[in-house]
């Protein structure tokens, strides 16, 4: 009772942009099981190249920290292992670091030596893809005199200000299509 046939349509696109937003919540064990160490002679860089960085995304470094720790710095500081001048100091051995802005992050370990013998970890985090492109047609500027590229052909015919209206409509209709396609699968 209560499950009304809207509540399981915003369920069910609930659920697609869930999984259209897999990434979003990624937690990167730094190291994976070997974890943040200068056992083993672990090879950071190898493991950022094997895995992607998104915005949203956070680092997970596990360690021991009564002989290790986390200090994100500067490019240069990274370059040369200087720890002197971090821009965040983590010490509690199990520190989530959250990715929330595009670029680069350098962080090492500021216990002397440990950065020179490879403890020092570069990530590079991607922008998230805009959900709102894939989902929802774009309102078309009102004006009408540009379809855009990916409309147009349908209408190609018909002027601007009737195409606009028409390509929205087919859009809307075709968001329809895929949710009760979605429905169908999952009763
Ligand atoms: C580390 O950086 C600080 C300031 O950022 C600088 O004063 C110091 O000389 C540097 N140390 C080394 C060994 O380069």
Known sequence: MGFSRENVYLVIVLMVMGMLRKSVASVHKVGGSAGWT???????????SSDTFTTGD???FVYNSQFHN?????????????????VATYTSGSDTVALTTPGHYY????FPGHCQ?????????????SLS??????????TGSSPSPATASEDSAQNGAVSMPLSMA???AMSGVV?????????
């Open 58 to 60: 956070s680092l997970l």
């Open 38 to 48: 200068i056992m083993g002679n672990f090879d950071y860089k190898k493991w950022t």
């Open 179 to 187: 949710v009760l396609l979605v429905a169908l699968v999952l009763y």
């Open 117 to 129: 013998a490879g403890q020092k970890l570069h990530v590079l985090v991607a922008a998230s893809p």
């Open 170 to 172: 087919l859009a809307s």
């Open 107 to 110: 962080f090492l370990c500021g």
């Open 70 to 86: 986390v200090k994100q710095v500067s490019r240069l500081d990274f370059l040369s292992c200087n720890a002197t001048s971090a």
């Open 133 to 142: 492109p894939d989902l929802s047609p774009t309102p078309s500027p009102s």
